[in-house]
């Protein structure tokens, strides 16, 4: 959702690089690693909200994709924190 591949799409690795820096735990072999993003972005493609770019290796997001995890992200942002300090 950065933007940064929103031109040329983006690749397993650099879903691996990005995941990196979050607090999510990725394997620490390598190739585990890899098929732990492929699963990820297999389930990202069977909700259509990414789609594979023909004849490349790498992916784009969907408009679907757009709506949907920008809601996510709003909803995470800026209403849980509300609602969280409203039940406290």
């Known amino acids: 959702m950065s933007g940064e591949h929103a031109l040329h799409g ?24 890899s098929a732990q993003v492929s699963r990820f972005l297999h389930r990202l ?20 994709g757009y709506r949907t995890m920008s809601a996510a992200l709003r909803i995470r942002i800026k209403e849980f924190p509300r609602l969280y300090a409203d039940a406290a």
């Open 45 to 64: 493609h069977v909700y259509a909200l990414v789609a594979k770019i023909p004849r490349s290796q790498r992916w784009r997001v969907t408009a679907f």
């Open 10 to 33: 983006f690749t397993n690795r650099d879903l691996r690089d990005k995941l990196a820096l979050t607090g999510l735990r990725l394997h620490d072999d390598p190739k585990k690693r």
